[in-house]
């Protein structure tokens, strides 16, 4: 399920719950890592308290305020799947910043006690420190609240200020309302965003062990291949003359024995003290062969016919192999093996970039990767006896980079952004700030932003009969401060807002333009897209396996908006769509009431159009059919790429041709790995999908370019697997047919073979 949606699902039966359950118990009891263990503990608790909260009814999974006695804007702790835990995020025992700053106070370490005094004179200044520093952190929205209380205060808003006091008082000794203090003001998102902190780059680096498998045969090049070398020296003095001499053919020296027995000795410390390479132990490899031979030498045991068959067999082939010690190709052999076995690991390269991140600031991204993953100085050497030259791997900088901080555009052209869901991670980041300047203050733009970045931590709710999930605007703070929105520098709030959506949505379809918006970034795009009021919605992906056949009324708009810019072009003619019957029928339902008082607005026109365009049974039900009426939702709407096209006004770079080529590649590379896999649908999906996105640019071209694509299409299907041209083979029919102003039959079907291309069947697809 996607917790990001604003859908229904089919369900809200415990037994979803109880298998979380049972999955966190078997990892608890059979994991063999501790940590992991511990983590799937605290997870059978939450899932525990589900089962017990909905049991007891404290719990109404589906609405919008599913933990009683708490109102809708309490950040609830929420857990996979959108089962709300029954606890509040800014609940639970008080937090080590709680403690100090009571301390600080005078007054017991209770929250309701830090509630009051903060309404006090002291404890009001404290407040207004902050402001004026930023020197603060917001890790839930709750806590921005007391903080907005005392700028409402000094504002002269007094009985804003009380109103929100009320508000918050009956919750006062239960969550947590101050904000948590910090070194310095956050980072300006507007010209740098990081993916990751130093902080984070520290635990992660922290994290990687030693590879076994590496050190292993380091410890083979640098202890075993040279001890093995002493050991066939020894007994190579034993050997005869000429190029067929055998080892005990000549007796050995006096001596012999007792430089024999040296060797056993050392061997076990060195077995002792190196314990990752195991070959050695083992009686049928070379090493062990001749070590065993010379233990029963040494211990004035002669050899049986076998074992001495065995002795004369290795130290053949080991001198066939490699030569006699000694010689040039055995010397330039173990000079090779030695420099590979002197290189640093890469865990000790590791420890050198830690000492490096060590003195930056911690909670911040990097300004500058370079300095960090150089190679080992000079004087780093002489700390850590690391080879000065030495190369930080490129797994160790690609660690670093992701923590670089630089614009987001930056961050995509360097790899450091590689999807539309990381790209998603980071731009709340931008709309924090972005929305935050609407507010004429700047203390309360700082603490408006901060607010926001927090709130979008919040995680969805699973939700039932089309309600919505909280917005940042219904928080009682946010809507305390609400009329200080106002012009910003000359310029209307809006036209900011729609600068930055215009961006993101152009970064978003260049960088990544066969795949869909991913919901976190539709979210983000509605939010600014409300704030300039653009009058054009986005709309999110729905899951499958809980829909229930509603769509909201926003989505019939934005099939409108796709029909005003795609009305005659091939992708209308491709899908079959008639724009003229949408806007009518989104005339028609304009305005119209909810199906029942108080309830979601919805669209039964949308959604008959839907299941009538996918064949769907009234009384059928399965995810196979949910995804085909979903399908088309996208397919009429085109999943945004309109509304950011007509409305919005994006125009990618390198051009929409170039964009549809991508989008073809893809749909080849995708096709490609059908052949053979035993569970082919989702990636028949997703390259449905990916040509989807390639109409959409397709049918945005002049009909030159159009047509100059659509001839080079065959091209690039001949640089992949014949089998690739075999399963295409349909749907290039079919494209060719529909540019050509021919159609498909009802059934998808046309003369030739051609095929309309979709993702979603309820049979058997005929690509597999």
Request: aromatic share 6%; glycine share 8%; charged share 20%.
């Amino acid at each position: 399920m996607n917790d990001n949606a604003e859908q229904q699902p089919l369900t809200a039966a415990p037994s979803y719950a109880a298998a979380q359950l049972a999955k966190a118990f078997t990892t608890a009891l059979s994991h063999q890592d501790a940590a992991t263990r511990r983590r799937a503990e605290q997870r059978g608790q939450r899932w525990r308290a589900v089962l017990a909260g909905m049991a007891s009814g404290r719990l109404t999974v589906g609405s919008r305020t599913p933990v009683a006695g708490l109102p809708a804007w309490v950040t609830p702790e929420v857990v996979r799947g959108g089962f709300a835990t029954g606890t509040a995020s800014a609940g639970g025992p008080l937090q080590p910043y709680e403690i100090e700053t009571a301390r600080e106070f005078g007054v017991p370490a209770e929250r309701g006690a830090l509630f009051a005094h903060c309404l006090t004179e002291p404890g009001l200044g404290r407040l207004w420190d902050l402001l004026d520093s930023g020197h603060y952190e917001i890790g839930v929205p709750e806590e921005a609240a007391l903080l907005t209380v005392a700028w409402l205060v000094r504002y002269g808003a007094r009985d804003a200020a009380l109103e929100l006091v009320a508000e918050l008082e009956p919750f006062a000794e239960r969550l947590r309302f101050l904000p948590r203090p910090a070194d310095g003001p956050a980072a300006d998102p507007v010209t740098a965003v990081h993916r990751n902190t130093v902080s984070d780059t520290v635990d992660t680096l922290v994290r990687r062990r030693p590879n076994t498998a590496v050190e292993t045969q380091r410890e083979a090049l640098a202890v075993w291949q040279p001890f093995g070398d002493e050991l066939l020296v020894h007994w190579l003095e034993t050997a005869g003359d000429g190029p067929d001499g055998r080892v005990l053919e000549v007796a050995p020296d006096a001596d012999w024995p007792e430089r024999g027995a040296a060797l056993l000795d050392r061997y076990r410390t060195l077995a002792a003290r190196h314990t990752l390479c195991t070959r050695h132990l083992s009686p049928k490899e070379n090493l062990g062969i001749l070590r065993g031979a010379l233990d029963e030498t040494v211990a004035g045991r002669p050899l049986d016919a076998r074992r001495l068959g065995l002795l004369r067999h290795a130290v053949a082939s080991m001198v066939r192999r490699r030569g006699l010690p000694g010689s040039v190709p055995h010397t330039d052999l173990r000079r090779r093996q030695a420099e590979q076995a002197a290189l640093p690991s890469h865990h000790a390269l590791a420890q050198v970039v830690l000492r490096r991140l060590a003195v930056l600031p911690q909670e911040t991204g990097i300004a500058e990767v370079a300095p960090l993953v150089g190679a080992v100085s000079e004087e780093e050497s002489r700390e850590t006896g690391l080879p000065a030259g030495a190369a930080v791997p490129p797994a160790i900088r690609q660690v670093v980079e992701a923590a670089l901080s630089a614009p987001i555009g930056t961050l995509v052209e360097r790899g450091v952004v590689p999807s539309a869901e990381v790209l998603a991670e980071l731009v709340p980041q931008l709309v924090a700030a972005t929305t935050a300047q609407a507010y004429r203050d700047e203390a309360l733009r700082t603490l408006m932003a901060a607010n926001y970045r927090a709130f979008r931590n919040r995680r969805s709710l699973l939700l039932l009969d089309l309600e919505r999930q909280v917005r940042v605007e219904e928080l009682p703070w946010v809507l305390a401060v609400s009329g200080q929105r106002a012009a910003v520098t000359g310029k209307p709030d809006g036209d900011g807002a729609l600068e930055v959506l215009r961006r993101l949505g152009e970064l978003a379809v260049q960088a990544f333009p066969v795949t869909i918006l991913p919901n976190p970034l539709v979210c983000e795009f509605g939010v600014l897209a409300r704030s300039c009021d653009l009058g054009a919605p986005f709309v999110e992906e729905l899951a499958a396996d809980i829909f229930m056949g509603a769509f909201g009324p926003k989505f019939l708009t934005a099939a409108r908006i796709a029909g005003e810019l795609l009305g005659g072009t091939l992708y209308e003619r491709y899908y079959g769509i008639d724009y003229d019957a949408i806007r009518d029928l989104a005339i028609a339902e304009a305005g119209t009431a909810p199906a029942r008082p108080g309830g979601p607005r919805t669209s039964p026109g949308f959604a008959r159009l839907c299941a009538e365009r996918a064949g769907a049974a009234s009384d059928s039900w399965s995810v196979a059919a949910n995804g085909k009426v979903i399908e088309q939702a996208q397919i009429l709407t085109t999943h945004n790429l309109a509304t950011l096209v007509h409305r919005v006004g994006i125009a990618p770079q390198p051009g929409w041709a170039g964009l549809a080529h991508r989008c073809f590649a893809t749909v080849c590379r995708l096709t490609a790995r059908v052949e053979g896999n035993r569970w082919p649908l989702s990636t028949i999906k997703d390259a449905a999908y990916a040509w989807r996105q390639m109409l959409f640019h397709l049918s945005l071209c002049p009909p030159e370019e159009q047509r100059r694509l659509l001839a080079a299409l065959d091209e690039e299907v001949a640089r992949h697997a014949p089998h690739v041209a075999t399963r295409l083979a349909p749907a290039l029919a079919g494209l060719a047919l529909t540019a050509e102003g021919g159609s498909f039959r009802a059934d998808g079907t046309a003369e030739g073979g051609a095929r309309l291309f979709l993702g979603w069947s309820t049979g058997g697809h005929w690509m597999r």
